[in-house]
């Protein structure tokens, strides 16, 4: 069993930064696969960013150069970088993770998740 919660969401103006956190518990073994997914009112789950237990990571064409995935084994922590936030960005956004090993941008892929946290991006 994963445990993951996420923090560090909030509201914040068009280009402006914020910091995703997801502190993980549980089986190291079913997270060899982590990554962020976001959904929006009214639109499906969508995956952001994936990273793999060798520190391989994936990105959606949408965010690729201004969204950073990272992870510190040391401390459990899932992060995401977010720079030059657009009004688009505005989402719940997850943390999920997986025993399968691979850079999968599908949320099916991912057995465990956690309860999200909201971006709100103003223009």
């Known amino acids: 069993q994963v445990q993951l919660v996420e923090s560090g969401g909030g509201s914040v103006q068009a280009g402006g930064s914020l910091r995703l956190s997801c502190v993980a518990s549980g089986s190291t073994q079913s997270r060899k696969s982590m990554g962020w997914f976001r959904q929006a009112p009214g639109k499906e789950r969508e995956g952001v960013a994936v990273i793999d237990i060798d520190g391989n990571t994936r990105y959606v064409d949408s965010v690729q150069g201004r969204f950073t995935i990272s992870k510190d084994k040391a401390k459990n922590t899932l992060y995401l970088q977010m720079n030059s936030l657009k009004p688009e960005d505005s989402a719940m956004y997850y943390c999920?993770?997986?025993?399968?090993?691979?850079?999968?941008?599908?949320?099916?892929?991912?057995?465990?998740w956690g309860p999200g946290t909201q971006v709100t991006v103003s223009s």
């Open positions: 999920a993770a997986d025993r399968r090993y691979g850079l999968i941008l599908e949320s099916w892929a991912y057995a465990y």
